[in-house]
């Protein structure tokens, strides 16, 4: 997994380093061991997260609980499309109000949101408030059902108004909708228009392309405005001050908002009316594309009422999970949570046609990991094997198999990072080339991918991250689905082409970086992206190193490799994958087991063997989950132990883990993805009670954050922090964690 300190940008990744910092609590270090997981699972998660994602693979759009408002929404679902680009937030805010009787408007986001949730297992976020003897319930989604022939980016607002006073009131309900469409990504020269024809407010900015188009979804009593935000007439201030509307569109200025208005509806008592508005949003300029889909979803509301939109959505909720697998036995919590998980890798795979297709991010927003690392992507591949989503998991795969590595400047086609850095024999800075020559170009990127499918790694003064791990897990993940689903023509189809990738970019080259002189494969920057400058350089981390967590995937990429060429019929590739992961085994218990306080356990790397003060690393326990080391076994146990002694959180009431010992705040908070994947291990070694004290903990928490799985738990109070909601890191590895307990329980 990404070591989440970096982001694409070397002067985004400052900011947000800076913001990050000033929100922390302060870290402290341990003073004391634990003896081991505590068996007791009456752990009690509390609510600290307060933003709610939607998202349908094409666009992306968050509700504020803490302000009763949207507060963004943005054309992609990743954070860049290519080195060149950043997907800007195009929504300042967005909200609802009302009146009564012709009163002045009050708006909801200044009305206490009283509760909010996902519909459970959707993208559907429902919020609801009281006011005035009115029960206000609003949904917000960006919707994978209804007609989208152009793949806009659309935004449906819903709100059900329901008179839970004992008299009948007359009530004109309001919408104010600020997107900054203008010249510099903000609010400069920006223009509105009203469609008759359509009846939509349309607005634009004709020298970028940004486009919204405005859609009422209710024509009762309607009526619309447009206005220069802050000034006397605008439809935020003519609704508070007048109570209405006046139907005057501005034609250009800084910063317009846009509203709606559906006015003096009689409502009974104990009655409820439906209200709602579509925002359609692209950058190409194009209204007829845009108006299209967006009518095209306006229709059936405008037919009927609104709230057909929102059924629309949950069946095709319902319908997805139809075909999910969740284990037998799960509890109410548990269940919520599973089928909250899988629709986040749901919302998180792009689903634009072209080179993004299929791409599953680390994170959606507001986490700062909305891009696709290969290593978080294998994990919610993983999970979304396990669930029985296999559609997704094929298209993953395929993204993987289709994405281009950046390449070097000259024409010969070569790989960047692998020539420049791991096939160069200039080992001095900033180089410090590894010099091994390999036979083809690698197929995985060695760090994540932009929107457009192609290769980036983020630098600093250590120099890039390379990291070989996501090789093997990918080699992992397609034998998963090819023994799921038995569909060996996704490795035949292209006259066997995935297939032939498979062995010769990603296969062959995992043996051809094992080092001759140890049996390990050469040093990188591994999970935790240490960075390329040598260890030997910097005598502490993060530093490149040979580390158990690569060899380890490797180790389970070319059993994972023997096992696919024994299904295509390869015999002689069975046996050269098959004793290559042997090999390794074989190294790693002999180059990285250490004795540690009476019992035996992997150190994080060579480099760091012997150092009990650095040598625990939590992302060893793979070396369990994926049979290198027997769950049985005495090692097995140690390996466990050394977890306890040396990395469980001492402070708050958390049985949970931090990653390693490196001792910085990123570092040493505690990692859902650690917890859920040493339970997973827990699991295998029969020590269900320890294990279910995790997933009862990490349940928790996510029952009281919206069923989201975080990246973080603070360290003193067991608050959300880092990126929320994650994806293969946290979603994911509930999901793996979940069928893992589970699972053993029926042997």
Partial sequence: MQSKKRSVKRIFAILMTVILSMSLWAFQVPIAHASGVKSDSNYKGHNSWNQLTTSNGLAAAIYSVGQGKMTRYQRHIYSHVDENSTTPNFMWDSYFGYGVNGGKATWLNSVPVDTAKYVNGTNIVKSTQHNDGLKFDSYYFTPFSGKNQYQSSLLVMLVRVTNNSKTDKNVSVFSNQNMHLGTDYGTANEQTTHNQKGNYIKEFNSKNGSLAIYKNLNLAGEHYETGLSGSESNPWADATNNGKLNDQIVSQGNDITTGFENRTNQLSVGKSKWYGVIIGLNEDGNESHLSSDVLANAQIALSSTPEALLKQEEDWWTKWHRTEKMPAGLSAQEQ?????????????????????????????????????????????????????HYQEARAALQFFFDAQMKKTEDASGENYYQKNFIESTDKGAPTYGLGVKLSNNYLISVCRYFGNGTEESDWNNNGPNIEFDGWGLFLWSVDQYVRATGDTQFLKSNHLSNWNKLTKQDADLLIELIQPENGLIQPDSSIWEEHWTPFNVLKTAPSRQQFAYTNITAYQGLKSAANLAKLMGKDQLEKKYSKAASSIKDAVKKQLVVPENGYRTIASSLERKGDSVYQNDASTVEAINFGMVNPKSNLASGMIKAYNQNLRILTGSTPGYKRDQDGDLYDSREWGFIDLRIAGALSKMGRNSEAKTLLNWMTSQATNNYNLIPELLDYNTQDYAGSVPMGGFGSGSYILGINDYYHQQKK
């Fill in 336 to 388: 919520q949570v599973y089928r909250q998980s899988t629709a986040v890798l749901k919302m998180s795979q792009s689903r634009e046609t072209g080179a993004s297709n299929g791409q599953v991010l680390a994170s959606l927003i507001p986490g700062e990991w909305s891009i696709a690392w290969a290593r978080d992507g294998n994990y919610s591949i993983q999970a979304l094997i396990a669930s029985g």
